[in-house]
């Protein structure tokens, strides 16, 4: 076992085993070698996690915020310090290549973390004259927080949720998709090596099952998750049930538009970025590419050709561009897409089925050019490496046909046209977008969706929003005027 954590769960300052929980075998996806084992959390678990963070946010809540800043600075330079090995357990648990992971992964993580400790002492209340009276307001921490995170980005949506969570007084309790649950148990065993106190940051394993009793709990006052719509819609629900916050981060089928005066390569590449990085499993990609009729051969062929340049390999290969998908579910579930694209007659522009390795869960980087609003691949979110090429004629009309979707996540413009570009992106239904760039999300940015894609907005002075709330306090400077 090459990744054995020291047990599966991290509660109340140390880690927890409970062996009484069902198996979870976690696999290397570029070889299907499993590389550890870990049990779910039994009720028990459950229960020592959320009366742990309980108890302890009461102090935490209280402390001067430059203090809980201090804290995660410290765990900020242990991350970075560490980067190297956290990134190969990353590599480990998702199969991303190690050229990904050292700089995009725990990266962002610890720039999260970086951002809310400067951030947190400088949220402040506000107060209200009333020409003697006056109201002024104090913005409290919510109390207990469970994060439930997709498998895409595990350390990363780990620190994402745990830094306003514990920057701005809240406890937390996170549960990492049961593909890959290493990464998170070594943010918490960093944090408390960083000094914060036991309780505040917990890691239990699970299914969806172990998700839905945290999210159930009556001590648990938010609710932020990362993952699918549907998933997304059943702990909405569950989280309105005791009237919770949430906060929530789901799928989408976003449009990047590309006028046929942009800057082709720069265009091409950001294509590429936005279907290819983490072999297509990002949330925010661009997985329908509008290219307007003046520039579609040229963007196809050297597309084709960029695309077979692409090294696909070992992911600890620091040469290796491309991995495996996360698990063999996902592998059958991107090879079922290409079926169906091809059989709705979409042109198959480069790859289009199993990559040629001997283990593993690789597809090869594939395009499909014609494809129409109507296809499978054009509606459904596939997270792969699968990209979708529709023609337009002119702009009114890719608004329109970009907008026509369920989901609201993202959306792109290419053009050398500027006021074009703010004008396109002004009508786009799209909670995250870009001109002239793509998937570039720098903690200092909102990040979230519209429509189906979400609710709620995570980094940037956005995310306060989110994990605490207001108190507003009335002060009398007088008599009582009663008329009774
Ligand atoms: P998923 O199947 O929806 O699962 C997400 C998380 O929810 C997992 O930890 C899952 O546990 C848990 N879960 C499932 N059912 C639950 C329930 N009833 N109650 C509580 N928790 C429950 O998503 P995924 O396949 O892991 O990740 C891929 C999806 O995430 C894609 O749709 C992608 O677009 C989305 N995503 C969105 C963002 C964003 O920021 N908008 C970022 C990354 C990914 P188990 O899986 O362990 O059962």
Known sequence: MR?????????????????????????YPATGEMIAVLHEATPAVIEAALSGAAAAQKAWGATRPVERARILRRAVDLIRARNEELSVLETLDTGKPVQETTVADWPSGADALEYFAGLAPTVTGETVPLGGDFVYTIREPLGVCVGIGAWNYPSQIACWKAAPALSLGNAMIFKPSEVTPLGALKLAEILVEAGLPAGLFNVVQGRGTVGGALVTDRRVAKVSLTGSVPTGRKVYAAAAEGIRHVTMELGGKSPLIVFDDADVE??????????????????????RVFVQKGIKERFLSRLAERTAAIRLGEPLDPETQLGPLVSEAQLQKVLGYMQIAKAEGARLICGGDRAALNTGFYVQPTAFADVTDDMTLAREEVFGPVMAILDFENEEEVITRANDTEFGLAAGVFTADL?????????LQAGTCWINAYNLTPVEGPFGGVKSSGVGRENSRAAVEHYTQVKSVYVGMGPVDAPY
């Open 3 to 27: 990744a054995q954590p020291k047990a599966s769960h991290f509660v109340n300052g140390d880690y927890v085993e409970d062996t009484a929980g069902a198996a979870i075998e976690v696999v």
């Open 266 to 287: 720069s265009a091409i590449g950001a294509a590429m970025l936005g279907n290819f990085y983490s072999t297509g499993q990002i949330c925010s990609n661009g997985t």
């Open 419 to 427: 006021a074009r570009g703010h004008r396109v992106v002004a009508q």
